[in-house]
């Protein structure tokens, strides 16, 4: 069974632009969830989407947003960067919501100029 | 203070070395404790998953969880230079809406 996928894996932006990361499951996973793992902060939640609906949310500032489509892939959007955007993004998917067991993605290294 | 503290590190031991990791936690509804590897570059991989508290064994593994003392340990036993990686642990509570909660990562480097 293929892993989760993740594109692009590297990107350099520069400060105000927006970026969109891209996820594709395990499949028959319908659960997704985005994590922002930093040095200093480790792995913090962003968001989970499950059947296509944001289930739960972390305490990111709105910029950043995401959405999943019907067949489980899911985009994370992330609008007027900041340099302290900067990170490795993961996404992870689940069988479940939430589940306890997830499977993580090589994750998009965001660089922000 | 942080809902789970876990050393960073870096721990460094010879190979055939036994590694103990740990967290510990202050948030004592959790029931579900993971512990995630992520080699540099990659994506954390999950080795080990434990309800509540007691022992599992996986191979060279071993997670404990003690819940009266919210802590938590991964075990690894003939260490390998292939074991050298980041070790997250990860806590989440009983409930679908409860997010995974993890440490910030414990650096492992095992030298031949």
């Known amino acids: 069974k293929a892993g989760v996928t993740q594109t692009p894996r590297y990107l350099i932006k520069t400060r105000g632009q927006q970026v969109t990361l891209s996820c594709s499951p395990i499949s028959g996973h319908r659960s997704v969830s985005w994590y922002q793992q930093t040095p200093g902060q480790g792995l913090q939640f962003l968001f989970e989407y499950f059947s296509e609906t944001q289930r739960n949310k972390g305490n990111f500032p709105g910029r950043f947003s995401g959405r999943q489509f019907s067949n489980s892939r899911s985009e994370m959007n992330v609008s007027t960067l900041e340099l302290g955007d900067s990170a490795l993004y993961l996404c992870?998917?689940?069988?479940?919501?939430?589940?306890?067991?997830?499977?993580f993605g090589p994750g998009t290294r965001l660089l922000v100029l | 203070q942080k809902e789970v503290e876990q050393d960073p590190g870096p721990l460094s031991v010879p190979e055939g070395a036994i590694v103990s990791l740990n967290c510990t936690y202050s948030n004592s509804a959790f029931q579900y404790f993971m512990w995630y590897r992520q080699y540099s570059r990659k994506g954390p991989e999950l080795l080990m998953y434990t309800y509540s508290s007691g022992n599992k064994e996986d191979g060279r593994f071993t997670a404990q969880v003690d819940k009266s003392s919210k802590y938590i340990s991964l075990f690894i036993r003939d260490s390998q230079p292939s074991d050298s990686a980041t070790y997250l642990c990860?806590?989440?509570?009983?409930?679908?809406?409860?997010?995974?909660?993890f440490g910030t990562g414990t650096r492992l480097q095992v030298f031949p």
């Open positions: 992870a998917s689940s069988y479940r919501e939430l589940q306890e067991t997830q499977y």
């Open positions: 990860a806590m989440k509570g009983a409930f679908n809406t409860d997010k995974l909660i």
